[in-house]
């Protein structure tokens, strides 16, 4: 099992900066691919960002590249999400995931096993 806790979020203005961290607890050794999700209400939840745990390559959705950087800090099971230029669009509630198997499909919420339980981003124009 592995077990996932999200912080950071808050309210922030427009053009500001937040950096969300997920700890990562229990079986880190089987975990292949973690990322980050986002929800807005009456929205779909879509991928952010996506991370190889072991090899580092990341992965961006278009809207985030150059806005957002996922990095992770193995000795301290930790991943980060760092996002700049916050848009009101970005307003949703932020996970993280972690996916035990390799897949090509890192964009793909349904491969993820393990899930955080969320932390709030609102940005205010």
């Known amino acids: 099992q592995v077990q996932l806790v999200e912080s950071g979020g808050g309210s922030v203005q427009a053009g500001g900066s937040l950096r969300l961290s997920c700890a990562v607890s229990?079986?880190?050794?089987?975990?292949?691919?973690m990322g980050w999700f986002r929800q807005a209400p009456g929205k779909e939840r879509q991928f952010v960002a996506a991370i190889r745990w072991s090899g580092g390559t990341t992965y961006y959705a278009d809207s985030m590249k150059g806005r957002f950087t996922i990095s992770r800090d193995n000795a301290k099971s930790t991943m980060y999400l760092q996002m700049n230029s916050l848009k009101p669009e970005d307003t949703a509630v932020y996970y993280c995931?972690?996916?035990?198997?390799?897949?090509?499909?890192?964009?793909?919420?349904?491969?993820?096993?393990?899930w955080g339980q969320g932390t709030q981003v609102t940005v205010s124009s």
């Open positions: 229990g079986r880190t050794a089987s975990i292949s691919t």
């Open positions: 995931a972690a996916d035990r198997d390799y897949s090509a499909r890192y964009f793909y919420a349904a491969i993820y096993d393990y």
